[in-house]
């Protein structure tokens, strides 16, 4: 693929879902598309490349499936449970620690369906709205760092643990020490923002999900992954040259793009074979940064949506938090070269 067909598609893929409203209620299928276009342009399909394209959303199609089925069923006497919970402990520890244990194990059960549970766990917080926005935020930074611990979790883990041929727990060991603090801190910050008396506040909000649904999202994520594997490889020669020519620290930044693209659009242009060393600031700056801004990460649109979360009182509260954790991560990255 030449330079101007590789710009052209980069401008659609970047720009698209943010001009045009129904792309952005479209964006995976936008992205298969994408992916076909400069799969052919870039020299056409092979059987290997075909193969990737089918089979390395599967895994996480599933996860996604079965896990939304399950809360589909489990949802009331996990409400139940929590109801209980909350007779025995203030609201600050009971949202830290649930939405702690929901990021730990949000790369098992997707972060698709850990930001369902995180909005069901907001609800039944009895939070007001100007609660619910905070503790959405700091939920979002939590889940969206422990969902990338496995290649189950999220797409980007999907697609960084391909192309930098890692094992199941591959990126666990390459992130985790980094990563599990941020959780931390993110749960804490989110108990902070929950102070108060549960009868203080709004009544209890529930998500409605039919098994119906869970069958869509789940075809919506194959079709996502589908479109960045063909995107990835595509553009797999240009990003190489291309990255290479950035500095460890200028990569790190440059990433803050992530903000208003979702942070999986930019491994799969980025991270193709790149060193571990250098992919482990890359994948942490495009974590961090994908909770910024509502269009940057899966778990935030979820929440946004369902929560009724404007853009601007998102970023309000998570440009600081970010912009905090962000230079925190990369004074962290600089003592460990």
Known sequence: MNLWSATAILVLLLFGPLLFHWIERNLEFYFLVLGVGATLLAGGFHRELIRAALTQPIPITAAVIVSAILFRYLREPLDRGFARLRRNFPRPLLAAVSIFALAMVSSVITVIVAALVLVEVIGLLRLDTDGRVKVAVAGCFAVGLGAALTPLGEPLSTLATHALRLPFFGLFFLLGPYVVPGIAASA?????????????????????????????????????????????????????????????EALFWVNTVSAVLDNATLVALEVHQMPLERARGAILSLLISGGLLVPGNIPNIIAAGLLRIRSGQWARIAMPVGLVMLGIYFAALSLML
């Open 188 to 248: 804490a910050l989110a108990g902070f923002f929950s102070r108060g008396e549960y009868h203080s506040a709004a009544s209890e909000r529930h998500v409605r999900e039919t098994v119906g649904q869970a069958f869509v999202q789940g075809g919506k994520v194959f079709a996502f992954i589908a479109g960045l594997v063909l995107i990835s490889e595509a553009f797999a020669p240009l990003a190489t040259h291309y990255v290479a020519m950035l500095g460890d």
